[in-house]
């Protein structure tokens, strides 16, 4: 086990075998989802669902709409139409609920400025009612956060591990992740995605990435989904889209998009 | 078993449901106590506040139980100001809401926590400033009710209504030129229905003042409720609910105040609950007549309405005591009245009686701009005399121009002026000194020529009070009535001293009013009340015992040649009674108890009021009554049922 994983909390399940990319009840769906701001459309009639201990990978180019469906699945954001399930309950309607049971790392960090990292934990840590402070703790200092420096002071990486530990601390069994790799380093992307999801997706924790970067998602996402322009225009299990296409993710990526493009024209 | 599975079900649920709300609770107390912990300089800045009021005297502003009381008003405005903008409003900006919402915290528990931060730092930072204040004794805390009815409604409307003008402003959306224009609307309502309920002498209780505070409050704090509840991390679509909740909160309540000023100040005759004050005219059946309302109208206002005693006919004058008259043409046909006669921008209004429904119109009032002290109108209802502090003025009505104006000055709340036989109008001009001796002096205005002339120098002893008899023939000087009052009679028109009615001394207070016939009857007042005739010479033709002992008595002829003694303390201190008296024949008629005779004030400094016997009486009910002087039946007038 990697030095950043071995201070995860344990999975839902903690028993190793990773279960096959097959779907179980969704952890996480959307039906029909679509949202409007202003009459604007970002996001129309998408449709998909991520099974239990699954990790997805929601691909998309910027403005395709992958932190609207984001927010509408933390329960931030209502949908315009259609709906967003998490755990089997209504995303909107069950926010406060859900939240104890699923973690969230931002696209943008938006813990409050001032507080230093380790002030962090110590409010989040009374929002939960289950939090692993010590783990949190030592997890900060494996990522080589400075616990008193003020959030606002830390680097976008230390910002980022900041926010992954807080939406670590209290075992969730689902995580969604929006960009998490945004503006970090090659280090940090890999610990990112390598050790920490790879950890976590191998204990059975429901994962939803959202992410530019297609060549470290490829090795770790059971299932993709490619939002173009609003809609959802793939969405299969990984090792699917690899033999129908034999390519690479980012050939993929780039090929479907252009055939979505060609066909909306 | 199922049932035993139900239970246990039941029993894990509401176990979840406890440690939910044990997390919101706790999660709400952490997040006001992170939002203080943010703003704590704000407590600083309220440290410096409190020291303010004790360094300012010495460089020369202000004096320190003002600056004290002063600096916490604005500690508190400009905390709750702070806080309330910052609050929720910046996380929601700078898109750190989330943060708190990715929590399993209910939306109560994530707005609570920073109301509750806001609210607390607010009345922190106005207690550190007003609490050495407190010590020095230049100031106390007021009573708990006061918190309940002004303070807490008043922070919580000031907390949320920042709050909402910052997420308005901070969302960029044009929704926000509606909020203004909306608030720009509600204000100008309230203010518009505000002035013209003051302006009808309608004020504002507290009560009143707390429920406009209280839905206030309630619409934004319902509002920033729903915009967090509804809105969450989207500060648009927050925008867009916490408008629509709170402009239908206050948009139907600024409309159904409106509405209820529009309908209140408008009272007819049916409104009266009481008669305070009447006065009927010299002929005909027109009266005017102050009272108070029934409920729902406003209880503070005491309106005026021109009442026609045979029909339904009414005119709705003005607010009582920002008023002079209505006065009335000696044929009953025309009243005339001076609205705002305090604050400086008087308008005069006259009513044509004969109309079969007569109205107000305005009229054009052709003096300089100021407090209007004197009022009369000519027996013939053309011309109009206004006495102000500078000036003494007469007018046609309807002109813009003054017939005559004598610039004379008259440093008087009340001064009468009147409309003699001979066409000229007099009044009288000088300080009034409340203490020391002075000189009135007597000016008449003659509006045929324009001139004016001073025709005597009346001295008095201090505190003069004048009242001039039928047509301006006589005039009637009581002075010092506070101390060992005298009383005079003097010629109207040359001012010349007829005779001495009362030596100084001979009562402790003293009355007097003329009779239509010119005649004057005084009520003296010295372990008893005693009322004396007198004919216009001077010569005394009778004095009856009225009452045994003090009572604040005054005299009113209710039918000729009849005088009403009304008795404020008759028998005993709160029996009110009315003697009837036969002028002529020198004996009491008859003692109605709980009976007052009109005219009343404010309408008895009218000179003509008080040579109109009109048989109208105001019983203890408030009711208008007549009098059957030989029965002592009673008829009422008003209300009516």
């Known amino acids: 086990m990697s030095g950043i994983a071995a201070g995860l909390p344990p999975g839902p399940s903690s028993s190793p075998p990773r279960p096959p990319a097959l779907p179980a009840a969704p952890a996480l769906a959307c039906e029909r989802l679509t949202v409007r701001y202003g009459g604007a459309p970002v996001v129309e009639d998408v449709t998909f669902a991520v099974p239990s201990g699954c990790v997805y990978g929601l691909l ?90 003020p959030f606002h002071r ?17 075992a969730p069994e689902l995580l969604i992740l929006d960009d998490p790799t945004l503006g970090l380093d090659v280090v940090a992307r890999d610990a990112v995605f390598g050790e920490v999801i790879g ?8 994962i939803l990435v959202t992410t530019h970067d297609l060549a470290a998602i490829e090795g770790i996402a059971d299932r993709v989904g490619i939002l173009h322009e609003r809609h959802l225009v793939l969405d299969e299990p990984m090792e699917a889209v690899k033999e129908r296409f034999a390519r690479p993710l980012e050939r993929i990526f780039a090929d479907v998009t252009s055939a979505a493009a060609q066909g909306a024209a | 078993m199922s049932a035993v599975a139900a239970v246990i079900e039941r029993s894990q649920a509401s176990g979840a449901r406890g440690a939910r709300l044990r997390v919101a609770l706790r999660g709400l107390i952490a997040i006001a106590a992170r939002e203080a912990s943010e703003r704590a300089a704000l407590l600083g800045l309220a440290v410096l506040g409190a020291l303010a009021p004790f360094g300012a005297p010495y460089v020369g502003i202000g004096d320190r139980p003002f600056l004290g009381v002063f600096a916490a008003g604005v500690m508190v405005v400009a905390a709750a100001c702070l806080t309330g903008s910052s609050v929720i409003a910046r996380d929601l900006a700078e898109g750190r809401l989330g943060f708190f919402l990715a929590r399993p915290l209910p939306w109560w528990a994530i707005w609570g926590g920073k109301l509750l931060a806001a609210a607390v730092l607010t009345l922190v930072a106005g207690a550190i400033v007003v609490i050495p204040s407190m010590l020095t004794g230049d100031w106390s805390l007021p009573p708990t009710g006061w918190w309940g009815l002004m303070g807490i409604p008043a ?7 920042v709050h909402a003008a910052a997420v308005g402003y901070r969302s960029r959306s044009g929704l926000f030129a509606a909020d203004l224009a909306l608030a720009a609307l509600v204000g100008w309502t309230v203010a518009r229905t505000v002035r013209s309920l003051l302006a ?14 209280w839905i206030l409050a309630l619409a934004f704090v319902a509002g920033s409720a729903a915009q967090v509840a509804r809105g969450r991390a ?16 206050l948009a139907p309540a600024v409309a159904a105040y409106a509405a209820w000023g529009a309908w209140a100040v408008r009272p007819s005759p049916r409104d009266l609950k009481a008669v305070t004050s009447v006065q009927a005219a010299p002929a005909g059946s027109w009266m005017a007549v102050a009272g108070r309302l029934r409920w729902p109208r406003p209880q503070s206002m005491m309106p005026t309405l021109l009442v026609d005693a045979r029909t339904d006919r009414f005119v709705r004058v003005a607010e009582t005591w920002d008023t002079h008259g209505p006065l009335f043409s000696s044929d009953g046909s025309q009243a005339a009245w001076i609205t705002n006669v305090w604050s400086g921008e008087p308008r005069l209004f006259v009513a044509d009686l004969r109309a079969e429904a007569p109205v107000a119109r305005s009229a054009p009032l052709p003096v300089p701009p100021g407090r209007i002290v004197g009022f009369a109108l000519s027996p013939d209802g053309r011309d109009v005399a206004v006495v102000q502090v500078g000036q003494t003025s007469v007018f046609a009505i309807g002109s813009q121009k003054p017939l005559a104006v004598a610039p004379v000055h008259v440093d008087a709340y009340a001064r009468e002026v009147v409309f003699a036989t001979d066409g000229h109008v007099r009044t009288l001009a000088g300080p009034q000194d409340w203490l020391a001796p002075g000189v009135l002096s007597l000016v008449t205005i003659d509006p045929a020529t324009g001139g004016y002339r001073v025709s005597a120098e009346i001295p008095t002893r201090g505190n003069p009070m004048a009242e001039w008899g039928p047509g301006a023939e006589r005039l009637a000087i009581i002075d010092h009535q ?20 009362a030596e100084e001394g001979t ?17 003296e007042e010295r372990h008893g009340v005693r009322l004396r005739i007198f004919r216009p010479d001077g010569a005394e033709t009778s004095s009856i015992e009225v009452a045994p002992s003090l009572a604040f008595a005054r005299a009113v002829e209710v039918a000729p040649g009849v005088i009403a003694v009304d008795l404020q303390h008759f028998e005993s201190f709160d029996v009110r009674a009315t003697v009837l008296v036969d002028a002529d024949a020198g004996r009491i008629v008859r003692i109605e108890r709980g009976l007052s005779a009109a005219p009343s004030r404010p309408f008895a400094g009218d000179p003509s009021a008080a040579t109109t016997p009109a048989n109208l009486f105001v019983d203890a009910t408030g009711a208008l009554v007549k009098l059957d002087l030989a029965t002592g039946e009673r008829r009422r007038l008003l209300p009516r049922d």
Do not use: Y
């Not at chain 1, 830390?154 to 209290?170: F, R, V």
């Not at chain 2, 009808?200 to 505070?213: I, R």
């Open chain 1, 60 to 149: 998309g180019r910027n403005g395709a709409g992958k932190s609207s469906i984001v927010r509408c699945l933390v329960g931030q954001l209502r949908p315009t139409a259609g709906r967003a399930l998490v755990l089997g309950a209504d995303a909107w309607t069950d926010r406060a609920r859900l939240m104890a049971r699923v973690g969230v790392v931002p696209e943008e960090p938006d813990a409050p400025s001032e507080l230093s990292p380790a002030r962090l934990l110590a409010l989040v840590s009374r929002l939960h009612e289950r939090w692993d402070a010590t783990g949190a703790e030592a997890r900060l200092r494996r990522f080589a956060v400075p616990l008193d420096t």
């Open chain 1, 154 to 170: 830390l680097s976008k990486g230390q910002k980022g591990a900041t926010m992954l530990t807080i939406a670590l601390g209290h």
């Open chain 1, 199 to 206: 950890e976590l997706a191998e204990r059975g924790t429901t």
């Open chain 2, 155 to 161: 922070l919580l409307a000031l907390i949320c209504g």
């Open chain 2, 200 to 213: 009808a002498g309608v004020f504002a209780d507290v009560a009143f003042v707390s429920l406009g505070l």
């Open chain 2, 234 to 249: 989207d500060i648009r679509r927050g925008h867009r609910i916490l408008s629509v909740v709170a402009w239908s909160i």
């Open chain 2, 482 to 501: 506070e101390r060992r009052p005298s009383l005079a009679l003097h010629d109207g028109a040359t001012g010349a001293r007829v005779a001495t009615l």
């Open chain 2, 507 to 523: 009562a402790d207070r003293l009355s007097c009013t003329f009779l239509h016939d010119g005649r004057l009857a005084v009520v």
